[in-house]
Structure formats: C-alpha cells, structure tokens
C-alpha cells in the first residue's frame, strides 16, 4: 500500500514541475480550466496573454487579454492543453509567479499571484517591485 502512496505522490509531483516554465512561471490547474472553457464557449482555442505594463497606483501593472496565437518571441507556458503566454520584456517582472482563476463573491477573474511583487493596491491589478 505505502508503494501505490509514493508512486502517486511522485506522478503528481511530476505533473506539477512540467506545468512550471523554465523561468519557474506557473499556469494554475484552475486557470487551464477557465481558458479551456472559453475556448469551448468561442468554439476555437485561445491563449491568455499576460502583460507588465508601466502604470497603476502601485508602478506597475497586469494587462491580461485572450489572443488566438503567440507572437514569435513570447514564451509559452502550458498546462493541460491550455496555454498563457507572456512577452519578453514581461518575463524578469513575472518570474515565480502563478496565473490562476479565481471564483469569489467578489468575482470571477484571472490573477497573478507574484512573489516578486512588493505591494499591491486594493484591485490587485496594480503592484510595485
């Protein structure tokens, strides 16, 4: 029994650092489900883009938007069927981070979850480094 507990625990181990990319961005389990669901809603796949863009109250913020393709030099990261890409000069502000969706009372949303962020204002939108 102790065997079947630990070959588990390493498949999903595994499962979890191939969603990762290189640069230790992470597209959540809930976030590939949402973007699967648009797609079947749009009737073609689509990719969540995810931007740092100058701006907000804090310095800096997220521009989140669907696209049907990456451009040339966006990295790409997958997770079950779904993907997020992300510019290059985004990725040094978005390394560590996690591209969730979230279902609250509040609202449904995409999120960044990121660990290089210092403060945040109150919409979550907007964050210093």
Do not use: H
């Not at 961005?25 to 931007?51: D, T």
């Not at 990261?77 to 993907?83: E, F, H, L, P, T």
């Not at 990725?91 to 999120?111: N, R, T």
């Amino acid at each position: 029994m102790s065997t079947v507990q630990s070959t588990e625990s390493v498949r999903d181990l595994s499962l979890s650092i191939s969603a990762r990319a290189p640069e230790g961005i992470l597209l959540a389990e809930s976030a590939a489900k949402r973007l699967a669901k648009l797609a079947e809603i749009e009737g073609k796949p689509v990719m969540l883009r995810v931007a740092v863009d100058g701006g907000g109250c804090s310095g800096f913020q997220y521009r989140l938007e669907l696209v049907d393709a990456p451009e040339a030099d966006d990295l790409v990261v997958r997770r079950d069927g779904q993907a997020a890409v992300i510019d290059p000069v985004s990725i040094p502000f978005l390394k560590g981070s996690e591209i969730a969706f979230v279902d609250e009372l509040a609202g449904a949303q995409f999120v960044v979850r990121n660990p290089n962020a210092s403060s945040s204002c109150g919409c979550g939108v907007s964050f210093a480094i």
